[in-house]
T-cell receptor, first 111, second 113 residues
Framework: GQQLNQSPQSMFIQEGEDVSMNCTSS?????WLWYKQDPGEGPVLLIA?????ELTSNGRLTAQFGITRKDSFLNISASIPSDVGIYFC???????????FGTGTRLKVLA | KAGVTQTPRYLIKTRGQQVTLSCSPI?????VSWYQQTPGQGLQFLFE???????NKGNFPGRFSGRQFSNSRSEMNVSTLELGDSALYLC????????????FGSGTRLTVV
C-alpha cells in the first residue's frame, strides 16, 4: 500500500534534548497530521496543519507544513520520558477523504 | 465526552472463519475510517464511511467489507480469514471530511491461528 517516507525510523535521545523528525512524499497533500501512539493504544492527534508553510505549536511540539506540500516536520523541544512512543505523520490525499500514514518514528528517551 | 469505542479489544479466530468488528464513533461524528496496523506494513487505510456511504476504499481484497448505520456506528467484516490478517484494526471518527483530523479508538487486536 501507499506510505509516506518518515525518518528517522527510530531514535534514542537523552532527556532534555530536542528531537526532529520529518515526512516526505512524491504526492501533494492538502492536510498534514501528526499523531503519537503508545503501546496497545490507538494514535492520538498532536497537531494538524492545513496550508503550505504553516507552522503550528502544541506545547513543546512544533510542526510545519512544507512549502512544496510534499513534506512536513515535527520538532519536540526539551524531551521528557513520557515522550516515548511512535510518532506518525499522515497526509490527506488531494481530492479524497483518505489519509496515508508514514512508517512511524519510534522515540526512546533516556533519563 | 466518550471517545471512539471499539469492540472487542482482543479476538482469536481460526483460519477460514469470518469476523465482525464494531466501532462506535464520538457522538456527532459522521465520518468513520478503518485502518489495519501491522509491524511490517504500518497503518494501511481500509475504507471510510460518511452518512452510511462508503466514500473511499483502500487496496484490500474483497474479503474486507464494512458498513455504517444510521447512528454512525460502523462495522467491518473479514471473511475467510488468513494468517496474514492478524493485526490491530483501528477505527477513527471525524466530524466531517476528516480535514480536522481523526480521533482513533484503542483498536481490536485480531489474531488468526
Amino acid at each position: 500500500g501507499q506510505q509516506l517516507n518518515q525518518s528517522p525510523q527510530s531514535m534514542f535521545i537523552q532527556e532534555g534534548e530536542d528531537v526532529s523528525m520529518n515526512c516526505t512524499s512524491s504526492s501533494i497533500f492538502n492536510t498534514w497530521l501528526w499523531y503519537k501512539q503508545d503501546p496497545g493504544e490507538g494514535p492520538v492527534l498532536l497537531i494538524a496543519l492545513y496550508k503550505a508553510g504553516e507552522l503550528t505549536s502544541n506545547g513543546r511540539l512544533t510542526a510545519q507544513f512544507g512549502i512544496t506540500r510534499k513534506d512536513s516536520f515535527l520538532n519536540i523541544s526539551a524531551s521528557i520520558p513520557s515522550d516515548v512512543g511512535i510518532y506518525f505523520c499522515a497526509g490527506q490525499v488531494s481530492g479524497t477523504y483518505k489519509y496515508i500514514f508514514g512508517t512511524g518514528t519510534r522515540l526512546k528517551v533516556l533519563a | 465526552k466518550a471517545g471512539v469505542t471499539q469492540t472487542p479489544r482482543y479476538l482469536i479466530k481460526t483460519r477460514g472463519q469470518q469476523v465482525t468488528l464494531s466501532c462506535s464513533p464520538i457522538s456527532g461524528h459522521r465520518s468513520v475510517s478503518w485502518y489495519q496496523q501491522t509491524p511490517g506494513q504500518g497503518l494501511q487505510f481500509l475504507f471510510e464511511y460518511f452518512s452510511e456511504t462508503q466514500r473511499n476504499k483502500g487496496n484490500f481484497p474483497g474479503r474486507f467489507s464494512g458498513r455504517q448505520f444510521s447512528n454512525s456506528r460502523s462495522e467491518m467484516n473479514v471473511s475467510t480469514l488468513e494468517l496474514g490478517d492478524s493485526a490491530l484494526y483501528l477505527c477513527a471518527s471525524s466530524l466531517g471530511a476528516g480535514r480536522y483530523g481523526y480521533t482513533f479508538g484503542s483498536g481490536t487486536r485480531l489474531t488468526v491461528v
